[in-house]
């Protein structure tokens, strides 16, 4: 008989564990997972997927303006928020239907409840009891944090609420700097909804190169979006006509939602990590090692929980070099140099490599390339947004260290430019590759004079 009910336990079912809890089941191992609410985790649920519908959904009232200057005459329009939220709740729920099929598909058995561990082999599920396997896998991601001491913070909503507003809001405060605040900000704007992005710092998306960081909040302006920097809320009042946001800096704004975007941490809570022995680093992650696992022998951990890097295909690749080194006996990490990401602002971001600013810190001599202009399709109609295109690279090598674009279709244009920067592409290299034309991307290999930056006196 065997030693254990299972010889894996997954527990999560987001992007991560259902990756890897297939990949094992596929192996011929007896594989179960629990997932505490729908199968698909923050990606399909209330992440990546329902914030791209809401994000074309919004991208139309640009659109129709644009039509107008083409010869377009475009009558009247209007949004109808519960339609697309029905359509948008329909789609998901077809999503997460797919990965309940696919993990069903591979043998993994599916536990619907809230688990955590008792010991390093016993894990408890809700409402259907204690299971004990050879090995177990911790993906329970992350969740919104929340500044529990702010007066009125039960006033406000997270991510998590905003995709199931009952009403569309006339007004928003949307507080935080991170790729979250500035999406969902150009998600309302484009909804007609009036806009306020507060966020404490001197810039939004720290982390980003400094130059994207700078263009995207100058062109969110010009789109709509009031973005105000360097103040944070200090209360939350609900007044009998919205709730008042009060601010460091004595201002106050009225608004019908107040969202705070103030980061995400790793899900750890009420787990039973402590049982089990399992040790976290100092932000609460769970500590892992280059392949994934704990400080507990049969203990892995993949995706947000382990706060490495917290995005959709990064949890899927650590769930798969996972259950790779550990079912198919191919010890396999993954490597998380040069991972693209992208914002879907509106104008979006994409983005590889490294800002100029570290890219110095690493390599002292660094050669930027940059180039702002006027896309195509909105110069024809008089607009005045402008993409960014920049290159960081470094100078001793003439490696390409970064590649950062702010414009139409930029994460679609950086997947492809990631494959060349993983093969560490040089900018000669990169130059002979021939144009393709007419498109924003093309600037991107005909870049050819240097720009020096203001105040650094490089040599172009
Ligand atoms: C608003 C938003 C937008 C995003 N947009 C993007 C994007 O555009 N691109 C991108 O790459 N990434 C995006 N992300 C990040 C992405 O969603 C995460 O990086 C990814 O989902 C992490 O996968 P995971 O498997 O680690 O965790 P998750 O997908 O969060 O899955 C964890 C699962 O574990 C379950 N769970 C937790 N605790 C327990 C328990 N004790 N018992 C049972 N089940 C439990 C949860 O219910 C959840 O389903 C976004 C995130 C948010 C919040």
């Known amino acids: ?89 329909k789609e998901i729920a077809r999503l997460s239907g797919v990965y309940v099929r696919n993990l069903q598909n591979a043998g993994a058995e599916l536990a619907h409840g809230r688990a955590r561990l008792l010991d390093a082999h016993r894990v408890e599920v809700e409402k259907i009891g204690v299971r004990t396997a050879d090995k177990i896998l911790i993906s329970t991601g992350g969740r919104p944090w929340m500044p529990k001491d702010l007066p009125g913070v039960e006033h406000a909503i997270s991510s998590n609420e905003a995709f199931h507003l009952t009403e569309l809001p006339k007004r928003i405060v949307i507080a935080g700097g991170g790729y979250i605040a500035v999406e969902f900000a150009g998600i309302f704007n484009g909804l007609g909804v009036e806009t306020l992005l507060v966020h404490r710092g001197p810039n939004i998306l720290r982390g980003f190169d400094d130059d994207v960081r700078s263009h ?36 106050t704004f009225e608004s019908d939602v107040v969202m705070l975007c103030l980061g995400r941490e790793p899900y750890t809570e009420g787990l039973g990590l ?29 995706g947000d929980v382990t706060d490495r890097i917290n995005l959709t295909p990064v949890a899927i690749r650590e769930g798969q070099a996972f259950a790779e080194t550990v079912f198919y006996d191919r010890p396999t990490s993954f490597d998380h140099e040069m991972v693209a990401s992208a914002v879907f602002s509106q104008p979006p971001i994409g983005s590889v490599g490294l800002s100029e600013a570290d890219a110095r810190k690493q390599f002292g001599k660094v050669d930027i390339y940059l180039a702002r202009l006027r896309p195509m399709k909105y110069s024809f109609v008089g607009g005045d947004e402008r993409a960014l295109l920049k290159l960081v690279v470094d100078a001793a090598t003439e490696r390409l260290v970064g590649c950062h674009i702010v414009g139409p279709d930029a994460p679609e244009i950086i997947q492809m430019a990631a494959i060349a920067m993983k093969m560490g592409v040089t900018k000669t290299q990169w130059d002979a590759t021939c144009a393709v034309h007419p498109t924003l991307a093309e600037e991107l290999v005909t870049i050819r004079k240097k720009h020096v930056p203001m105040g650094l006196g490089q040599v172009a």
């Open 1 to 89: 008989m065997a030693k254990y009910d299972y010889d894996l336990f997954v527990i999560g079912a987001g992007s991560g564990g259902v990756r890897a809890a297939r990949l094992a089941a596929m192996s011929g191992a007896r594989v179960a997972i629990a997932e505490e609410d729908r199968v698909g985790g923050t990606c399909v649920i209330r992440g990546c997927v329902p914030k791209k519908f809401m994000v074309y959904a919004s991208e139309f009232s640009y659109h129709f303006k644009t039509a107008k200057g083409y010869g377009w005459t475009v009558g009247e329009s209007s949004f109808n928020w519960t339609r697309f939220l029905a359509e948008k709740d």
């Open 274 to 302: 402590d049982k089990a022995g399992v040790k976290l680093t100092e932000k609460g992650a769970v500590a892992v090692d280059a392949y994934s696992r704990t400080n507990v022998e049969n203990i892995w951990a993949v």
């Open 216 to 251: 995207l909040a100058e062109e969110l302006e010009k789109r709509g979006v009031k973005v105000v920097l360097g103040t944070q809320h200090t209360a939350i009042e609900k007044t009998a006509t919205g709730l008042v946001s009060h601010f460091s800096d004595g201002h």
